[in-house]
């Protein structure tokens, strides 16, 4: 019988890991949020799975992990340790029709789009994946699906209400390769590697 694992592949994401006390806040918002989409509408993240990505990688092939984690770690060890806020809720693709609610990550350095575009240079060779236009720093709060208008106007107005709330702040010291498989309830995210700045 033929040998699977070169034609394997597992889907992967880039991601700097949230810290608890910041988790623990975006718990709450997320709690606050909940009520305001009707049952069934909305799949929320687990807390467990909370991070920022950098990079979604889509199905990598299992022998290119390798050349990833060398790839990634060359980043992480020209990188210096940024620092992060979480602040604001925020909704793609627009606040009236909303597929998916966030917390904003952002940093006044400028230090984290330069971190995601190194990310997304070393890994191109690696992925077949084009990745996102445009990176904006966030934490997936939950997926929306056919939500109806009125209910969009309820998001949209309990997020403005928290557009200068901060969540949390904290030194980011380092970054994951995760694996991410999917099944019907939802995704199961596995720790692969971890690569400190600097």
Do not use: Y
Not at 7 to 31: G, S, W, Y
Not at 48 to 58: A, C, K, P, S
Not at 76 to 91: H, V
Request: positive net charge; charged residues 25%; hydrophobic residues 40%.
């Amino acid at each position: 019988m033929a040998d699977d694992s070169s034609t394997e592949k597992l889907r992967l994401f880039v991601a700097i890991p949230i810290p608890e006390p910041v988790r623990d806040e975006i718990i709450r918002v997320q709690r606050e949020m909940q009520p305001l989409a009707p049952r069934g509408v909305a799949r929320w993240t687990r807390p467990d799975q909370f991070h920022l990505t950098l990079r979604f990688l889509g199905g990598v092939p299992v022998a290119g992990l390798e050349k990833l984690k060398e790839s990634v770690n060359a980043v992480c060890r020209s990188a210096r340790p940024l620092p992060l806020r979480a602040e604001g809720i925020g909704f793609f693709p627009n606040p009236h029709s909303p597929r998916v609610v966030w917390v904003g990550i952002n940093d006044q350095t400028g230090l984290l789009v330069d971190l995601q575009k190194r990310i997304e240079t070393a890994v191109q060779p690696i992925t077949a994946d084009p990745g996102a236009e445009n990176f904006a720093g966030h934490v997936t709060l939950g997926r929306l699906k056919n939500l109806k208008s009125p209910d969009a106007l309820k998001l949209a107005v309990h997020a403005q209400t928290m557009k200068d709330r901060t969540f949390g702040e904290w030194m980011a010291q380092e970054i994951e390769i995760i694996r991410s498989e999917l099944s019907p309830v939802s995704a199961c995210h596995t720790l692969l590697a971890a690569f400190r700045l600097g």
